[in-house]
């Protein structure tokens, strides 16, 4: 991956509905090329999928949580449990005193104390421990580091 693969990533994260001719024009390409660049950076997987960012608070999920999974067993295998709870927006299995992090977002104070129940109730899962976050001060998308490129 490139400098112009890099740039053409983080223009694509600000706004992927932006034509190719566009895109080619920030990097220094025609169009064609710039869009045969994200055909392949989509075949290696650095692009997984072109989605909308929705705000969570506008469709009413304002209430965002991180929860620390504490189990008696192995929790590589239970994806598919923590999965099925659709509140449950990212699980990660982790390393330190809880097996497990998940990201939850509800409606309700009172949906979360629900989903932490659903969680509790997952085979191996002996314990929960939740913080609730008041304020966002921001989210970055993953950087493509352009900077450490030009070192490369």
Do not use: C
Request: charged share 25%; glycine share 6%.
């Amino acid at each position: 991956m490139d400098h112009i693969d890099r740039t053409l990533l983080m223009h694509l994260q600000q706004d992927a509905t932006q034509s190719y001719a566009a895109l080619g024009k920030a990097v220094g390409l025609s169009a064609g090329a710039a869009h045969e660049r994200v055909r392949k950076l989509r075949e290696r997987g650095a692009i997984r999928r072109t989605t909308v960012e929705v705000d969570p608070s506008a469709v009413g999920n304002a209430v965002l949580a991180y929860v620390m999974v504490n189990s008696d067993a192995w929790m590589g295998d239970s994806a598919e449990a923590f999965a099925a709870l659709p509140e449950i927006v990212e699980a990660h299995i982790i390393a330190g005193s809880a097996s497990v992090l998940v990201k939850v977002r509800t409606s309700t104070t009172e949906q979360l104390q629900d989903v932490l129940r659903r969680i509790y109730a997952i085979e191996g899962v002996s314990g929960t421990q939740a913080t609730v976050v008041l304020e966002t001060f921001f989210e970055r998308p993953v950087s493509p580091r352009i900077a450490d490129a030009d070192q490369e």
